[in-house]
């Protein structure tokens, strides 16, 4: 420590200890520097170690600007760092990141062709439900239940002797639900309870597998309830499932009656 280090702390009087504190408060708080700090006689004395002239400086003027000091004796030295093993270390820490992106790069690489050689599970199958298809190569190919296509469902035509096709030739009879059916005549709006009853209404009729059923279809709040009697358990499920396929149905609360159950 130079001669110009100030006085030892313990003659230091509670005053110059109280302004020596304010002192290296404003050192550290202000520019981050830590410097041993004794003050006599309102002189500040300042010893240690800073990083830069500019640093050096700067602890000159926040010392002299603390209320109470008269003049300071800046004792601070400039640390010299070694240019060498500083140039050392950015080389090492250069050199592993670029081991790193190439290890990245590599497992990349791999993944990519991990990738390739998986089957791509999101690509859009022609299928009946989630867990079943009506493509035979599909089924064979994906492991999933085969369902053939439904028979179309059929009404009397003019004569007694013709058929007319009223739909079916589609996987379900949602699938020739139009998305127009979603809004209605007014643009955006939704639909209302009348028009989804309709909704449902046309998709039992349009299934093969609900068309004869004689169900009373009643919509509260995008609610539909179905009501009546039907001959058989899977009657009844196989209504709900129909009714709950409508795009603006929120929920469907089967209530049917089965025949022989009652």
Same mark, same amino acid.
């Given at each position: 420590m130079s001669a110009k280090a100030? =006085?030892?702390?313990? $003659?230091?009087? =509670?005053?110059?200890? %109280?302004? #020596?504190?304010r002192v290296d408060r404003r050192l550290r708080d202000e520019a981050g520097i830590y410097a041993a700090v004794r003050v006599g006689d309102g002189v500040a004395y300042l010893d240690g170690l800073v990083e830069s002239a500019s640093q050096r400086d700067a602890a000159t003027d926040l010392a002299a600007a603390v209320d109470g000091v008269t003049r300071v004796e800046n004792d601070l030295e400039v640390e010299e760092f070694d240019l060498?093993?500083?140039?050392?270390?950015? @080389? @090492?820490?250069?050199?592993?990141?670029?081991?790193? !992106?190439l290890l990245q790069d590599e497992r990349a690489d791999s993944d990519q062709r991990r990738d390739s050689l998986q089957p791509?599970?999101?690509?859009? +199958?022609?299928?009946?439900? @989630?867990?079943?298809?009506?493509? #035979?190569?599909?089924?064979?190919? @994906?492991? !999933? &239940?085969? *369902? &053939? =296509?439904?028979d179309p469902?059929?009404?009397?035509?003019?004569?007694?002797?013709? !058929?007319? +096709?009223?739909?079916?030739?589609?996987?379900? #009879? *949602?699938? $020739?639900?139009?998305?127009a059916l979603a809004t209605t005549a007014f643009g955006? /709006?939704?639909?209302?309870?009348?028009? +989804?009853?309709?909704?449902?209404? %046309? /998709?039992? #009729?349009?299934? /093969?597998?609900? +068309?004869?059923l004689a169900i009373d279809v009643q919509v509260r709040d995008r609610v539909v309830y179905l009501r009546g009697q039907v001959p058989t358990m899977a009657d009844a499920d196989a209504a709900e499932e129909v009714a709950g396929r409508v795009p603006t149905v929120r929920e469907v609360r089967e209530e049917l009656d089965v025949a022989g159950l009652g």
């Open positions: 100030g =006085p030892d702390p313990n $003659e230091m009087t =509670p005053h110059d200890r %109280e302004l #020596a504190g060498t093993e500083g140039n050392q270390q950015q @080389e @090492e820490r250069e050199s592993d990141t670029a081991s790193y !992106l791509d599970f999101n690509d859009v +199958i022609s299928k009946t439900g @989630e867990d079943m298809t009506s493509d #035979a190569m599909v089924a064979a190919e @994906e492991g !999933l &239940p085969y *369902m &053939p =296509p439904t469902v059929v009404r009397p035509a003019r004569s007694d002797q013709e !058929l007319s +096709i009223a739909s079916g030739f589609d996987e379900t #009879a *949602m699938d $020739e639900f139009p998305d955006d /709006a939704p639909p209302g309870d009348e028009d +989804i009853r309709q909704q449902v209404l %046309e /998709a039992l #009729a349009d299934d /093969a597998v609900t +068309i004869d």
